[in-house]
């Protein structure tokens, strides 16, 4: 399972990832590697910026590959498309490396934490970073942010769910960040279940033809696979 931590600056992606991995005896990465290129080529140009965390982006999923269990991110590749752009990023430079983005391993699920803009500046000011441009922005470079995740989650086909954590307790943020971790793990079983269902029905069932499969839980297959393959006629009866 490969769960990205996504949000503006403030609201808290750094401090769940790392406790939901903890808790969860996963694996916790930060998605910009400083030793990666390291900061004298990144900060040369504003695109160089860029592409510094797009590889970093690269090589965590390459990592991640390599690991089991549940890996979290600490923001991914939509936090750092997102933020450049936001900041004046060329737009031909986001189409020229989109075929990157489009190979970089997907998250099984991103959650972006949503936090009013009041509590996230509260807490960066606790951090003392106040003359950092990618700590404490604009409102309106906020919007753009905010529109740029919703445009990039559809284009990458990140599976992108919100959370308002803005009065919530971090233990209930944790809560309700792994539940939705066991709910999306629910999900991919149920797929995985229904593409063997479907195989098998593609092998022996005839075109045109149609099959009654009797079975616990095949009602709810019978729907789903009647979407994938509009040729085949299943009966689904739960028992």
Known sequence: MFLAIEGLDGAGKTTISRLVSERNNGNYFR????????????????????????????????QIQKTNGLSVTDGYVLRTITSHEAF???????????????????????????????????????????NDQFEIVSPTTEVKA????????????????????????????????????RSTDIRNRVRKEIGLHFQSYKDFIPKGGGIL??????????????????????TGLDV
Not at 101 to 116: N, Q, V
Not at 216 to 234: D, R
């Open 31 to 62: 998605s910009t590697p400083q030793e990666l290129l390291g900061y004298s080529l990144a900060e040369t140009f504003f695109g160089a910026h860029f592409l510094y965390y797009l590889v970093g982006n690269y090589l965590t999923g390459k």
């Open 88 to 130: 004046g990023l060329n737009p031909s430079l986001a189409v020229l490396v989109s075929p990157l983005m489009e190979i970089m391993l997907r998250p099984d699920l991103s959650i972006f934490l949503d936090c009013k803009r009041e509590e996230r500046i509260k807490r960066l000011k606790t951090r003392k970073k106040m």
């Open 146 to 181: 905010m529109a740029s995740y919703a445009h990039w989650s559809q284009t990458l086909r990140h599976k992108l769910s919100f959370l308002n954590a803005t009065d919530l307790e971090v233990p209930a943020v944790i809560e309700a960040v792994e539940n939705e971790i």
């Open 213 to 234: 499969d009797i079975g616990t839980g095949t009602g709810l297959a019978a729907l789903f696979l009647k979407k994938m393959n509009s040729c085949l006629k299943i």
